[in-house]
């Protein structure tokens, strides 16, 4: 099937005309397959990628790219029960998921 | 929602950023590009009560004070699909998440989409919203 989202990369270009990114710790919270977070990690971020959907993750964790895959974490996870310490990140993103 | 926002919270920075990204409130529009240009088709029948109940839980936590909001835009954001078998199994999937049944639209985009001459994208269009909020925590 050929889908593609947001080819226009209105998403990150929105995302990134409203903060300063570079080198910020990131929690991405509902990344499904993870495209939007291979955009935010080309940002210059670090980041915590996280959706209840196993299966979504799994393909996430296949599809990241080797040169961002230092900087790009996918776990298993949920919005109601976040299990990071206090004050962890710089910059939580809520990606079609409140 | 508001659990989820102030768990959020808890694990942002003290003057942090929240951003929440999704589509805005309104149904969804389909449409086709072809040689002849863009023709719209129709509009998605869908569930938008979720939508409202992440508004309403934004609102609430900047009642309580847990952020302030700074900046809010609106964007398209589009989803284009290169067959109709493409467009037929996103709206099955679409339906199979408890959707309404999008029969006719199917129908008037099959209509179209045989009427139509030369290579041709489905595409099917939403406003996003992107809202930043900044952590008042201390």
């Known amino acids: ?98 | 929602m508001v659990h989820a926002l102030r768990e959020a919270q808890g694990v942002l920075q003290p003057d942090g950023i929240l951003f929440d990204l999704r589509p805005e409130p309104v149904h969804r529009r389909v449409g086709i590009l072809s040689d002849a240009g863009y023709q719209e088709i129709g509009v998605m029948r869908e569930d938008l009560t979720d939508d409202y109940f992440a508004n309403r839980a934004v609102k609430q936590v900047l009642r309580e004070g847990l952020f302030r909001s700074e900046k809010h835009i609106e964007f398209n954001c589009n989803r284009v699909m290169d067959t109709l078998n493409d467009f037929r199994t996103w709206l099955l999937d679409f339906v199979d998440r408890g959707n309404p049944s999008q029969d006719s639209l199917l129908e008037r985009v099959e209509h179209a989409h045989l009427t139509l001459r030369g290579r041709k994208k489905i595409i099917v269009s939403a406003p996003l919203m992107l809202r930043r909020l900044r952590n008042l925590a201390r």
Not at chain 1, 50 to 57: A, Q, V
Not at chain 1, 80 to 97: G, N, R
Request: aromatic share 6%.
């Open chain 1, 1 to 98: 099937m050929t889908l593609r989202i947001d080819p226009e990369r209105n998403e990150v270009h929105a995302l990134k005309g409203m903060a300063d990114w570079r080198g910020k710790r990131v929690l991405e919270i509902g990344c499904g397959n993870g495209r939007l977070t291979r955009r935010i990690a080309n940002l210059g971020t670090q980041v915590i990628a996280i959706d209840p959907d196993r299966k979504l993750i799994t393909t996430a964790r296949k599809e990241l790219p080797a040169r961002i895959s230092e900087r790009v974490r996918f776990r298993v996870g949920s919005a109601q029960e976040l299990k990071y310490p206090k004050e962890t990140f710089d910059i939580v993103v809520f990606a079609w998921s409140l």
